[in-house]
């Protein structure tokens, strides 16, 4: 898992070590099969790193904030809210 919160990072949520997204997305996508993304990285400007990082495993990104750019863009999402 990454966060790019200072507060969380070196942390653990659900016995699973917070990575620091800035410096350790390329090691937290290594050992994922698939990508989980959350939509904010459209927001928040990693979305482009976690694309090129994940270029070789299934991506999946969730969450409300990605739905409008997923469909432009051809990305596989998952959404257990109102989305399509």
């Known amino acids: 898992m ?3 919160n200072a507060e969380n990072i ?12 800035d410096t350790e997305m390329e090691q937290a996508v290594q050992w994922c099969d698939p ?4 939509g904010s990285t459209v927001v928040n400007g990693t979305i482009e790193r976690i694309l ?5 495993k299934p991506l999946i990104f969730y969450g409300i904030t990605l739905v409008g750019p997923a469909e432009l863009l051809g990305l596989n999402r998952f ?3 109102m989305c399509k």
Not at 11 to 20: H, P, W, Y
């Open 2 to 4: 990454t966060d790019l």
């Open 10 to 21: 070196g942390g653990t949520k659900s016995g699973v070590k917070i990575l620091d997204g």
């Open 52 to 56: 090129k990082a994940a270029k070789e």
């Open 79 to 81: 959404c257990i809210t």
């Open 35 to 38: 990508v989980p993304a959350t």
